[in-house]
Structures are given as C-alpha cells and as structure tokens.
C-alpha cells in the first residue's frame, strides 16, 4: 500500500490507480458471472479470458512484469480458441425503455453528457487528468441515474457493464494489444529498419515530403488492414518517427491527425466490414460498394485538408 | 539481416487483409518480432507485461460501460429520437444533415444511439423519404439508395471525427501510448484541441457534398416539384 500512501505520488496518479482497480473489478465480475451462468456455451474460455484480463487491469502495478506478461499471454489462448462466448443477457425491452422515457424524457441528455463534461472540467482545471474527470463524469452519471428513477440500483449498473462488455468481446482488447505491439516493435529496433529502407526512397530531411508519405501510407495500409488503429502503430514507428518527428514536427499534430488521416482510409475500404459493408445489409441496399461510394469524395477532401493543416502546424 | 525484422510488420499486414483472428495475428508478430529482434522470451513477456500495464487507459472504456447500458435502459434512444423528430418537412438531404451535427456532436462526449441498426434504419430513414412522400410521390428507388448510403456514409464520418474529440477516447489514447512508446510524452486534452478544426471540417463538408447531391438527384427524379418545399 505503499503506493498510495506516497506523498510524492500525485493525487491524480493514485485516483487513476483506483478507477483501475474499479475496471478489473468490472471485468473479473464479467469473468465470474459467465463462469457460473450455465447459458454461457463456453464458461471456462470466457472465465480465463475476461478474469484474466481483470487480474492484469486491477493489479497489474504490484505484479511482476514478466508475469503480467504470462497472464496476457494465458488471456489470448481462450479468445484465439473462440472460447469467449456470451451467456444469458438481460436486455432491455422495447417497453421498459419507452416507459424509462415517458418518465425522464430529455432529461436523459444530462447523465449521459455528464462523462465529457467532467472529462474537459477536470483536462482543463485540475491537475489530476483528463482521465480522472472521466471517472468523476461515470461516478456523477451514475449518481443522477439513480435520482431519476428508483429502478436505477448498483445491482443493474454492473449487471449493464457485464452485458456490454460480453457483447463487445474479446476484440475491444485491440487497441491496448497493438500498443504493446508498438512497444515491441520499438524495443526490437524495427523503426530503425523501416527508416534505412524508405530513406533510400524519402529523401531524408524534407519534413514535408515526410509527411506527405506518412499520411498517404496511414490511409493505405488502414485501407488493406481495415483498421487505423492497427496502421498508426506500424505507420508511427516506421515512418513517422525517423522521417518527421525526428527532425522537430510537433508529434501531437502528426500523431493525432496521423489517426485521422487512417480514418479516410477505412472510410475507402471493404475491408472495414463492420462500418462499410454490414450497413449495405442492414439497409438492404442493392450495391455492395454503395456506402463506400457515398465516402470516397468526402475522404479525399478531408484528406487533403489534413494533409495541408499537418504541413502548416508542424 | 536486419529486414528479417520486420517480419512481424509483415504478419500484421497480411493477417489483417486476409481476416485472420485479430488477435491471433498480434500475438504472433509480437512473438516473432521479439525473437528475431532478439528480446527472446523473458524480454518478450517483459515488454508485453510492462507495455500492457502502461496502457490500461485504453481499458478507460469498460468504466464508461458502467452507464452506457443503463442510460440505453431509461430511455436515451427514445430521446434522440424525439429530438431528432422535432424536425418536420425537411427533405432527405437536410434530415441527413442534421443527423450528422446530432451524432458529431454527441460522437464528442462519446454517446452513440444505437447505430445503422438500432437508429439510422428505424428512425432517420422514415424520416428522409417522407419528405418526399408527403408531395404524393414514391420514392424513386435510385434515389433511395443513395439516400441510404448517403445516411451510412454520414453515420460514420460524424462518428469517426466527433469521436477524436471526447478526451478519453480509444483513439486518442492509443497516439498517446504510440507516441510514449518512441519517448514523447503527449496530453490526452492537446490531442483533442488539434482535431477540432478537423472534426469540425470533416462533418461540415460531408454535411455539404451530401446536401448538394440530394438536391441534384432530387431535380434529376422528380424535377422541379420538390423543390418548393425549401
């Protein structure tokens, strides 16, 4: 306990490490509950994956890294197997939410704007981070929902949680898996490669042409993978450090736009099925392509803005 | 032979573009690169550990879970629903439009209603060809069409810029951990400031290309009948 009763340690840092504790808390219950709900089709897979995960979220601070290591490792076995199923979800019903309506009506916008707010207040006031707001923002929202409707108990809050991050599934991991694969990718000296062999092609030094590749490669590679997040780890470590942000560009511009410039990419692929392709089912449209050829004008032009606004801020 | 290195990068490629298991693919080019870069096992599982702990922002997500599904349980769906319905008599183009500044703007305190399934089918379709039915005509079915993917693609535009701006966000924490990864340390509220011109620009100019091409199909259809409605 050490930790927490530092005084050198920020306040935010400690509050932080609670919000933490409350996560894996969330999530090993996930873990447990579908490991005892005999709906579930799979309740070992899903127990290991979802307490697993828990374990590392929760107290991942006081474990060795080398076995936080072992138990990410342990977490992936049951997700690559497809062992993470759902079990018995208690949905709302069309009825219940029309009834919650009639009662609270636009009142609702209050809790669920609360999150944001909270988050800007505290970026923006505080010194104990953005993240910390979050937390607040949750912990407001939660306190106003149960002003509103005495239906509203901590029992359906965690028992909401659970189903949502059932439904969610293993793959809500990726992005916090991909950074790890950045981390590894750095540690193994592959930004190093990828520099000697584009700086054959790049001439080294021009900044602009620097950035030019990098946001044309960040909407290439999410337009094969799909996925922007999967593109800005690679794109960053390969492209972005040793050609733009090694000679002084402002890494928040080109990190952050970067993304968005992926975006346009995933805006142009079928790749990206869950945002291109399903919804041409969904509407039943006639033409596979139809959503994608709605967003390849705006992509193009957004593009070119974000290219443009990258030069001029870096 | 340095390029054996980037064997990882090319598993990640590959695996995504062939739709092999997300996770699957992550792990082997992380247990490749580590052992081709010579981090070997305990270096593997050390940055692994490590790196994942230092990322458990991005597990920011499951905390906001604990209100996303009871909000949807008292009624948030129905609200956006009837805010978006105070609208009356605007044509297709218009509706998308102003679904795109409702969805962009909650998109930045990370609220969404439900999605192409649960919002843009039941709610912003009826109302986008009604303005067309209350002259007393069908919908043409090119037209139609268009109108849904106009609506898809207005979906997820507003919901990919609107995002980046709600501080908290998967995507700006992952540039934050990207960037931390390489030695610069960035804040979560910087990331966001620079995307608002962005997030702004991005749904106004959708918003724009998509009203402009209603209307010109709306002439090419129907001619000029419709027209007058505005």
Do not use: H, W
């Given at each position: 306990m050490g930790f927490f009763t530092d005084p050198e340690i920020l306040i935010g840092a400690k509050l932080l490490e609670v919000l933490y504790m409350i996560i894996g808390l969330v999530t090993i219950y996930t873990g447990v509950k579908n490991g005892m709900d005999e709906k579930n089709p799979s309740r070992t897979g899903t127990a290991i994956f979802w307490c697993s995960l828990g374990i590392v979220l929760a107290f991942g601070r006081l474990i060795p890294p080398i076995i936080n290591g072992i138990i990410i490792i342990i977490m992936t076995i049951p997700s690559i197997l497809n062992k993470v199923k759902v079990g018995k979800q208690n949905a709302p019903t069309q009825e219940e939410m029309e009834k919650s309506y009639d009662k609270i009506g636009m009142k609702i916008f209050i809790p669920a704007l609360a999150i944001g707010v909270f988050a800007i207040i505290f970026a923006l006031f505080t010194d104990m981070g953005a993240l910390v707001g979050v937390g607040a923002g949750v912990f407001a929202?939660?306190?106003?929902?149960?002003?509103?409707?005495?239906?509203?108990?901590?029992?359906?809050?965690?028992?909401?949680?659970?189903?949502?991050?059932?439904?969610?599934?293993?793959?809500?991991?990726?992005?916090?898996?991909?950074?790890?694969?950045?981390?590894?990718?750095?540690?193994?000296?592959v930004g190093e490669v990828i520099a000697s062999l584009v700086g054959n092609i790049i001439?080294?030094?021009?900044?602009?042409?620097?950035?030019?590749?990098?946001?044309?490669?960040?909407?290439?590679?999410?337009?094969?993978?799909?996925?922007?997040?999967?593109?800005?780890?690679?794109?960053?470590?390969?492209?972005?450090?040793?050609?733009?942000?090694?000679?002084?560009?402002?890494?928040?511009?080109?990190?952050?736009?970067g993304l968005t410039a992926g975006y346009c990419g995933t805006l142009c692929t079928p790749m990206a099925a869950n945002f291109n392709i399903v919804p041409v089912a969904m509407l039943e449209m006639k033409d596979r392509m139809g959503v994608i050829?709605?967003?390849?004008?705006?992509?193009?032009?957004?593009?070119?803005?974000?290219?443009?606004?990258?030069?001029?801020?870096? | 032979m340095e390029l054996i290195k980037l064997s990882g990068i090319i598993i990640v490629i590959i695996g995504f573009a062939l739709k092999k298991d997300s996770i699957l693919i992550i792990l082997s080019a992380a247990i490749v690169t580590a052992l081709v870069g010579g981090l070997g096992v305990v270096g593997l599982l050390e940055t692994l550990g490590t790196s994942f702990v230092a990322n458990r922002s991005m597990a920011i997500f499951i905390l906001i879970m604990l209100v996303t599904g009871?909000?949807?349980?008292?009624?948030?769906?129905?609200?956006?629903?009837?805010?978006?319905?105070?609208?009356?008599?605007?044509?297709p183009g218009m509706v998308i439009g102003l679904y795109g500044i409702m969805r962009g703007i909650f998109a930045a305190f990370n609220v969404s209603f439900g999605g192409v399934a649960g919002f843009v089918r039941p709610i912003i379709m009826p109302m986008a060809t009604g303005a067309v039915e209350a002259t007393g005509r069908d919908i043409n079915e090119e037209h139609l069409e268009q109108i849904k993917g106009m609506s898809s693609g207005m979906e997820n535009i507003s919901w990919f810029f609107g995002q980046v701006l709600f501080i908290g966000g998967a995507g700006g924490l992952l540039v934050q951990s990207t960037l931390a990864s390489l030695g610069y340390n960035v804040e979560l509220i910087d990331l966001v400031k620079v995307e608002i011109p962005?997030?702004?620009?991005?749904?106004?100019?959708?918003?724009?290309?998509?009203?402009?091409k209603d209307k010109k199909l709306r002439k090419k259809y129907y001619g000029d009948g419709v027209e007058r409605g505005e």
């Open positions: 929202s939660i306190v106003i929902l149960m002003i509103f409707s005495p239906n509203n108990k901590p029992g359906v809050f965690l028992r909401d949680s659970e189903r949502l991050l059932s439904t969610v599934g293993p793959l809500s991991m990726l992005p916090m898996l991909l950074a790890s694969l950045g981390a590894i990718f750095t540690a193994a000296g001439p080294q030094g021009n900044v602009n042409i620097g950035i030019i590749v990098y946001a044309l490669g960040m909407m290439l590679f999410s337009m094969i993978m799909g996925n922007a997040f999967a593109a800005i780890t690679v794109m960053t470590v390969g492209i972005g450090a040793p050609f733009v942000l090694a000679y002084g560009a402002n890494p928040v511009v080109i990190g952050m736009v050829k709605n967003q390849i004008v705006p992509a193009g032009i957004i593009m070119i803005f974000q290219i443009v606004y990258m030069i001029l801020l870096k | 009871t909000l949807e349980r008292n009624g948030l769906k129905e609200a956006a629903a009837n805010l978006i319905g105070k609208v009356k008599r605007a044509s962005i997030g702004i620009f991005a749904i106004f100019i959708t918003i724009v290309y998509y009203f402009l």
